[in-house]
């Protein structure tokens, strides 16, 4: 979506009621007479909790939509650290208002305030509070009327908070900020799929060494056959790179042909579904790249792995192709062999027939004139 920020200090206000609260808390307090002073502080909780809800109510005025551009990464940034900041304040204020009025009636609401307020500081980038989520976490998860199922959302949404935080730090922290998360999961709280399911989707789009040591740890861990299938896959793939394809593939029309014979040319494998929503995308960015490195002596080949040829017929009606499109039939062997279930996916083999990329479909045409240069 495309927004734009105010231009306005969003904490100005906030600011403002607070200094204007604790004012009037102190000339409450100076009014009082001696002997009322061990009476309970009503006045200072009410004005407290009016302070809270003031700043609760004014966050960071949204985005705006702008005209004629998009915002740029450091605009979002700073938009999201004010966002981060004001969420730290109101936890700030909700802590300091249990702590002051612990057997106040609102003192459990605070506490959840407190709670949802570092969640949100910390999935807008607020990093620096990561400790402090944890160690409020674990005292939750001490709830005994929590079961299991109970603490286990609770370290989930830890790990979606955290892994959000890092947002700004580049994908590359984002990624191992999820790995080391997902394994602790996964490790925790054993009964639940989710820890070895976040592993498993960064093993599918991962290098291939990567890739093939997350299956790996996967499989040492995982009752799940259909995954057992696809990590045995991602270890395949890796045993594949730089070696020679020899498959044998079904074309459009029920003939068959052998990849061997390409020898002597690049080739660019181009691996979908009819159902993948990026495919049809995928297609049309082959056809383009077809134009021109085909003449150049680029083969290019689909291959497609729906389990009915309804779904692929219909994607090619709507995007005419003229390159042959190959069909893993039947019973999808070559895609259970290699793992390959995160589609479209571009593979491309030098003019000796070796697998050399697998995930092409970040930039293609460097490597196919690295290829063709060998």
Partial sequence: MIFSPSLRNPLSRTLRLLLAAMLFARLGALSLPAEDTNTPDILGADTAWQTLQHMRETPPAPLKQLT????????????????ADQAGAVADQAKAFYDQ???????AQAREIYFNSLHTAMESSSTNRIAELEAATVERQKDPSLDEAGRFQLSLRLLHSVVSGRQYEGNEAMRATLEARA??????YPNHPDGLNFLLDMARVAAPEKSAALAREILADTQDEKIKIECQGMI?????????LDWKLALAD?????????????VLLFLWDGHSKYSSKGIWAVNNMYKTYHPKGVEFLG????????SSDSMLKDNKVEWPQYFDLPGGKIQHQFGIYSLPVIWLLDKHGALREMHAEHGPMPLLDKLLAE
């Fill in 254 to 266: 029920g003939t068959r042909l052998d990849l061997t014979q390409w020898r002597g040319k690049v």
């Fill in 236 to 244: 395949n793939r890796l045993a594949a790179m730089g070696q020679p």
């Fill in 303 to 310: 291959l497609n792995f729906d389990e009915k040829r309804e």
């Fill in 101 to 107: 009025f612990p057997a106040d009636a609102r003192a």
């Fill in 183 to 188: 394994r602790q999961l996964a490790k925790e």
């Fill in 68 to 83: 004629g551009r998009m915002y740029t990464p450091k605009e979002l940034q700073d938009y999201y650290a004010t966002v």
